[in-house]
């Protein structure tokens, strides 16, 4: 079976349905998301359009927790958006009450066998959504992932591919769908193959430059939103 492995989208449908479409023509059959489908940029409700029909399996990530934050105190929101810009709060404003109550619920693990072949999903880490795992990190982070006893742990939260071996255990991070931060502008997603388990990692081009143009008009005061977006 075909897995698509993406996260981080951060409101960036542009570079969603470049993925997805993507994912239609190469037969992938379902979707493992690492979280962060909001935060930083402007189209949640087009991102959570387009996932609907697929069949997929999600955690949270850290911006589902501030989007629960934020509803349990508001006044965190012009905390959160002067460094993170509107994104949680066009959440708020173009999602239903069921859709933000299925954001801020989402598990913060998941663990799905296919083929035989256990995958734990979820986005910072295994035992914390927030800790960041990144290909140079400590050899500790990436043996106490060892821990859990799966085949594959798939991560998210720092926006860089990666895939390591440790042992028996193979930990991925398909980098991000909508905001990577490895200097390769596009859509950052994997294929996995639950037989071999192979990944595939993908690199989708899509009009950043019109996402960018929305970030710079949007969220003149934070020139990040727009420069990671085509920064090499």
């Not at 989208?9 to 993507?22: F, P, R």
């Not at 037969?27 to 189209?43: A, H, P, S």
């Not at 409700?45 to 509803?71: Q, R």
């Not at 933000?100 to 598990?107: G, K, M």
Request: charged residues 20%; contains cysteine.
């Amino acid at each position: 079976m075909k897995l698509g492995l993406l996260g981080d989208i951060h409101g960036n449908a542009l570079a969603l349905e470049s993925v997805l479409n993507t994912a239609t023509e190469l037969g992938v059959e379902k979707l493992l998301i690492t979280g962060d489908l909001v935060g930083y940029y402007f189209q949640p409700g087009k991102v959570m359009e387009l996932l609907a029909p697929w069949n997929k399996f999600i955690v949270k990530g850290n911006h589902e927790d501030m989007l629960a934050s934020i509803i349990e105190t508001p006044s965190l929101l012009a905390i959160i958006e002067k460094k993170y810009g509107s994104g949680l709060g066009l959440a708020l404003e173009q999602l239903s009450e069921e859709q933000v109550s299925e954001l801020t619920r989402l598990p913060e693990t998941q663990t799905i066998t296919e083929n035989s072949c256990q995958i734990m999903l979820c986005h910072g880490s295994p035992w914390d959504t927030d800790q960041y795992i990144y290909p140079d990190s400590a050899e500790e982070l990436f043996k106490k992932c060892t821990s859990f006893g799966v085949n594959i742990i798939i991560i998210g939260h720092t926006h860089y591919p990666m895939c390591r071996e440790i042992g028996t255990t193979l930990i991925i991070n398909p980098g991000s769908v909508g905001q990577p931060r490895n200097k390769q502008p596009g859509a950052s997603w994997a294929v996995l193959d639950t037989e071999t388990q192979k990944v595939a990692f993908r690199n989708e081009n899509y009009n950043i430059q019109s996402v960018v143009d929305e970030a710079i008009r949007i969220q003149p005061q934070l020139p990040y939103l727009a420069e990671v977006l085509v920064r090499t």
